[in-house]
């Protein structure tokens, strides 16, 4: 049944954004989150998603729903992923010079992540999606954001998921990209020309213990990564941009790569949105009716042409 406070809400409300962070598996909540809208006839103008957020995000851009989309996300996503050892980088490691250590090393194979990409994308660019995409990035040599529009979903979704280090850099239109966590892990910067953002955005947990290296270096990139979103979600609401936060509201800790749990987590998703759906409404009702109202910016730099399909935003 509709909300009754949709009555007045046309089908299609000025500039709505659903934005999806990364959150490894947890981002699958995200296909609940848009059933939930769905069920109450909202649907975002366009999705931006970050490295799993885009990947789930590009399913909803496509089309899929409900069970479809849980079924497929499944397909998508599973431990093995991780687990396609190089083995010339360990030799890379031991004699950089002579194995020809560069700016791309990684010490996992993605020809699987682009085998599965490829098996539920196909040849679809993202601006033949059903929805606007934006899918969330990092130029590897700058450091700078990037938002990719245009060009194949598989090279987008590779680049906003490759993991320095654990994943090979993406070359998209003679630019090294990598996993957009690094830049924008909730890409609320590439949805500042709407009205009204619903976010979905996990912060990175805290190790208990630092007791080895691995763990001390897993604090350090949760600090920064989690102040940067942190950041981000004050900047956007500083602009008088409406942003209405999702929390899943989870009873039990979700493993990075648990595909057991997609269901508990696409029903966390609906849960989350009903939590919100008044509040949601209501900047719906405010932006269609303040239709007056600018929207925000949209910058690009120089480097965002349609030749190369990269957009590199100032914010």
């Known amino acids: 049944?509709?909300?009754?406070?949709?009555?007045?809400?046309?089908?299609?409300?000025h500039r709505l954004a659903l934005v999806l962070g990364s959150g490894g598996v947890r981002s699958v909540a995200a296909?609940?989150?848009?059933?939930?809208?769905?069920?109450?006839g909202i649907r975002p103008d366009f999705i931006a998603g970050c490295s799993s957020g885009a990947l789930f995000g590009a399913q909803l851009a496509m089309g899929m729903q409900g069970e479809q989309a849980l079924s497929a996300a499944t397909a998508l996503w599973s431990a093995e992923l991780t687990q396609q050892r190089r083995w010339r980088a360990y030799v890379q490691l031991l004699a950089p010079r002579l194995a020809g250590f560069g700016a791309g090393f990684a010490l996992r194979d993605d020809r699987l992540i682009v085998q599965r990409i490829a098996a539920a994308f196909g040849e679809r660019r993202l601006e033949q999606l059903e929805t606007p995409m934006r899918v969330s990035a990092t130029q590897a040599a700058s450091g700078q954001p990037v938002v990719l529009t245009r060009g194949s979903v598989v090279d987008a979704l590779r680049a906003s998921m490759a993991v320095p280090i654990i994943f090979p850099s993406v070359e998209m239109d003679g630019q090294r990209l990598v996993?957009?966590?690094?830049?924008?892990?909730?890409p609320l910067?590439?949805?500042?020309?709407?009205?009204?953002?619903?976010?979905l955005?996990?912060?990175?947990?805290?190790?208990?213990r630092v007791d080895?290296?691995?763990r001390?270096?897993?604090q350090t990139s949760t600090t920064l990564i989690n102040n940067l979103m942190q950041a981000r979600i004050d900047a956007a609401r500083a602009t008088g941009q409406t942003v209405i936060m999702l929390e899943l509201g989870l009873d039990r800790h979700v493993g990075l790569w648990e595909t057991s749990a997609m269901p508990y987590l696409f029903e966390a998703g609906k849960r989350a949105v009903q939590a919100r759906m008044t509040?949601?409404?209501?900047?719906?009702?405010?932006?269609?009716?303040?239709?007056?109202?600018p929207l925000f910016a949209y910058q690009t730099s120089t480097h965002g042409t349609e030749k190369n399909d990269l957009y590199h935003h100032t914010h």
């Open 216 to 218: 001390l270096v897993a």
């Open 1 to 13: 049944m509709q909300h009754p406070a949709l009555s007045s809400v046309s089908p299609r409300p």
């Open 189 to 199: 910067s590439a949805a500042a020309d709407a009205q009204v953002v619903v976010a």
């Open 212 to 214: 080895r290296l691995s």
């Open 201 to 208: 955005g996990f912060r990175g947990a805290m190790p208990r």
């Open 279 to 293: 509040d949601i409404v209501v900047a719906l009702e405010q932006a269609t009716q303040n239709t007056t109202r």
């Open 179 to 186: 996993d957009g966590v690094l830049s924008d892990p909730l």
């Open 31 to 40: 296909l609940g989150v848009a059933w939930r809208l769905a069920q109450e």
